[in-house]
């Protein structure tokens, strides 16, 4: 099954559940004021968010159809949809000197973060980077576990520790291994403790500190894995984070496991930070750049 596939059928459970909130309103004799408010309604029932769902529905009454059937209403739908997410899709770019290029990867647990670097890592090399792992979540004993065993499937080395050790430490050996090996990405693996922010807060800024002795531009890039299955909770998730950890960009994982992808929308027209990639499967290929036309098309229905 090629990716297209993989991705039209990880959001086949939010297409069916957005087609069934607007089931019944394209038949309706006139596409007046009332209709238009119940379609904003289904998207907003649909997790798009407030802020696009409006923005969908005026786009919509812009076009002064008299009816709309179901086809063309998804159409409109998917183009709508992909110019709310086109200006947020941007491949993760590590190109630059010095090396290594350093990777935060953040987010709550549970939310795929530990696994997403794994498929992170696989992604860069396929695109030929070397890529070195952290595993700076020392306050789990399954987390830098979990690490280790993604190191051996991809082939890449791992820096680890003891379970309760110093984060901070963790990642200054990796980013001195790194630019001694000529590694081009270290992903950092991190503790994602959001019920104690001061404790979160003040652990990143350590790690900030290190990072800076070493390479006064790392970290290049801080990732925040969301977990799809969480809903409008993931736009909370990134209010909080950006403010503490100064998030660049987002990962988006398990679309494949609920009917609430349409927060993805949610996410690009409240935030429009970058959408780096996202997942739909278990394995090591189902994370992949971003791509926001497939996605649009996905969320609408529109198969091919």
Avoid at 51 to 67: F, G, K, L, N
């Amino acid at each position: 099954m090629n990716w297209l596939d993989r991705l039209t059928g990880g959001f086949k459970k939010t297409a069916d559940r957005l087609g069934d909130n607007l089931s019944g309103l394209t038949s309706r004799a006139a596409l007046d004021t009332s209709t238009l408010d119940d379609i904003e309604e289904a998207l907003i029932a649909s997790d798009l968010g407030p802020e696009a769902s409006r923005r969908i529905r005026d786009a919509i009454a812009a076009r002064r159809y008299d009816q709309l059937d179901e086809r063309g209403l998804r159409t409109i739908l998917a183009e709508e949809i992909e110019a709310i997410l086109a200006p947020v899709a941007k491949p993760l770019d590590v190109w630059g000197f010095p090396r290594p290029h350093v990777i935060l990867v953040i987010g709550v647990n549970g939310s795929g973060k530990t696994t997403t670097i794994g498929k992170l890592g696989h992604l860069l090399q396929e695109q030929d980077y070397g890529v070195m792992l952290a595993a700076g979540d020392t306050f789990r004993a399954a987390a830098i576990e979990q690490l280790r065993i993604w190191g051996e499937r991809i082939g890449a080395p791992v820096i680890s520790g003891k379970e309760g050790g110093d984060a901070a430490g963790i990642v200054f050996d990796g980013v001195k291994q790194a630019t001694v090996t000529g590694i081009d990405c270290l992903l950092v693996d991190t503790a994602g403790r959001l019920q104690n922010k001061t404790h979160l807060m003040d652990e990143l800024s350590k790690v900030r500190r290190v990072l800076g002795r070493l390479n006064a531009e790392a970290p290049h890039d801080v990732l925040l894995v969301l977990d799809a299955t969480t809903g409008q909770n993931a736009l909370s998730q990134i209010e909080v984070f950006r403010d503490l950890a100064g998030v660049t960009g987002l990962v988006m994982t398990k679309l494949d496991g609920t009917a609430r992808g349409g927060v993805l929308v949610a996410a690009a027209e409240k935030f429009g930070l970058p959408i780096h990639a996202i997942g739909v499967g278990e394995g090591v290929d189902d994370l992949r750049p971003f791509d926001p036309r497939a996605v649009a098309r996905a969320i609408a229905g529109l198969y091919e």
